[in-house]
Each structure stands twice: as C-alpha cells, then as structure tokens.
C-alpha cells in the first residue's frame, strides 16, 4: 500500500525559503516516479515539479524552474522541495504523488495525501 507523509510547510516571508519533505514507504519510494503538486484556494491541483525512481531526472513547471529543486534522499525515502525566492502566488497546499507516467503533470487519484500548508506573506 502507498504511504505518503508530507511536511515542512509554514509561513513564510515573500523572498523566502522552505523545504518540505515526502516520506513514502519504501516500495513506493524505490519503484515509481514522483512528483510534487499545489492547490491554492479556489483552484485546481496543478502540478510543481517530477523526479524518476531510478536516476533522478527532474522536470518542473515553468513558474517554479530555477526557484525550486526537488530530490531524492535515499537514506530517508523522502522526495523534497526546495523552495527558494518564494512569491506569495506560491501559496497552496503541497501534496506529493506518484506520477501516473514518466512526462506526466498528474498523480494517481488514489493516493492524495493532506498535503502541508505553504503560506507566503508579501
């Protein structure tokens, strides 16, 4: 059965950083590809950023390349984000997943988790 644990949100000044951390079983954590996703109030889960099982190739959605770095740690089987020069449009609950694809910008319905709450004050 999946396990997926997020944490790590908070409130945090616009220009800010947070790291948040998925803790997933192991099977999970060692057989699928991951990805982080949002939802802000009012809108639809959107995708934020992937990574694969096997070598870490990463992808990421436009709005957040080059601010925020999702990996892997392998001692831990947790997939993080970092997130770094945070905007207040960046506020939403994160929810980790697996990819329903490699490519993908979806998750496996059912395996939503609470997510943790991202706040970014302006």
């Known amino acids: 059965q999946v396990q997926l644990v997020e944490s790590g949100g908070g409130l945090v000044q616009a220009g800010g950083s947070l790291r948040l951390s998925c803790a997933a079983d192991?099977?999970?954590?060692?057989?699928?590809?991951m990805g982080w996703f949002r939802q802000a109030p009012g809108q639809e889960r959107e995708f934020v950023a992937a990574?694969?099982?096997?070598?870490?190739?990463?992808y990421y959605d436009n709005s957040v390349k080059g601010r925020f770095t999702i990996s892997r740690d392998n001692a831990k089987n947790t997939i993080d984000l970092q997130m770094n020069s945070l905007k207040p449009e960046d506020t939403a609950v994160y929810y980790c997943?697996?990819?329903?694809?490699?490519?993908?910008?979806?998750?496996?319905?059912?395996?939503w988790g609470q997510g943790t709450q991202v706040t970014v004050s302006s």
């Open positions: 192991e099977r999970t954590f060692r057989s699928f590809n």
């Open positions: 997943n697996v990819l329903q694809r490699w490519g993908s910008r979806h998750g496996i319905n059912d395996y």
């Open positions: 990574i694969s099982w096997s070598h870490g190739t990463t």
